[in-house]
T-cell receptor, first 113, second 111 residues
Framework: QKEVEQDPGPLSVPEGAIVSLNCTYS??????FMWYRQYSRKGPELLMY????GNKEDGRFTAQVDKSSKYISLFIRDSQPSDSATYLC?????????????FGAGTILRVKS | NAGVMQNPRHLVRRRGQEARLRCSPM?????VYWYRQLPEEGLKFMVY????????ESGMPKERFSAEFPKEGPSILRIQQVVRGDSAAYFC?????????FGPGTRLTVT
């Protein structure tokens, strides 16, 4: 069993739709949760960085963490064709001086105009 | 504030040659991580370094791979005697403490 599970998609939605992207994880020691966006042949770009359970909002993006269920989500409101990319969830343990990230396989999102 | 820089962006090596990948972290960041992304797979951790120290190399293959982050200059990921299976995108990330910021990657092709 992988530590982090993520549906690879592709997920196709029309422009303006609300997108929901999800990851589950098995290691209850994970403390920090991140979402990255990766365009084709580019480096991952940090979108959201959260620590506690609950919601965090930034513009059209909302990250949700449910530690009791070991489940995290990223919601994109009013999706745009420019949101078409691969979305990677990532998480890490708590350590004073940083630690490696464990990534999901990524979900391919396609927003059609 | 320049982001994480990696060079070269593309590298072609024949089997048996050495590949040397460079990473300059963001200004003020003292933590450097290397990840590898194989086609159709997510990113896999390789090694975590601070200046002059390897902190965690649990993701590094036991042979042919090495990494360093000297007191001066960029971090280097070195792959000796490359094989076709080493073809991948190699990403470097830097961090001030928690969140990690990635560079554009080096795409290694072994022919």
């Amino acid at each position: 069993q992988k530590e982090v599970e993520q549906d690879p998609g592709p997920l196709s939605v029309p422009e303006g739709a609300i997108v929901s992207l999800n990851c589950t994880y098995s290691n209850s020691a994970f403390q920090y949760f991140m979402w990255y966006r990766q365009y084709s042949r580019k480096g991952p770009e940090l979108l959201m960085y959260t620590y506690s359970s609950g919601n965090k909002e930034d513009g059209r993006f909302t990250a949700q963490v449910d530690k009791s269920s070991k489940y995290i989500s990223l919601f994109i409101r009013d999706s745009q064709p420019s949101d078409s990319a691969t979305y990677l969830c990532a998480m890490r343990l708590f350590m004073e001086y940083g630690n490696k990230l464990v990534f999901g396989a990524g979900t391919i999102l396609r927003v059609k105009s | 504030n320049a982001g994480v820089m990696q060079n070269p962006r593309h590298l072609v090596r024949r089997r048996g040659q050495e590949a040397r990948l460079r990473c300059s972290p963001m200004k003020g960041h003292s933590h450097v991580y290397w990840y590898r992304q194989l086609p159709e797979e997510g990113l896999k951790f390789m090694v975590y370094l601070q200046k002059e120290n390897i902190i965690d190399e649990s993701g590094m293959p036991k042979e042919r791979f090495s990494a360093e982050f000297p007191k001066e200059g960029p971090s280097i990921l070195r792959i000796q005697q490359v094989v076709r299976g080493d073809s991948a995108a190699y990403f470097c990330a830097s961090s001030p403490s928690g969140e990690q910021y990635f560079g554009p990657g080096t795409r290694l092709t072994v022919t």
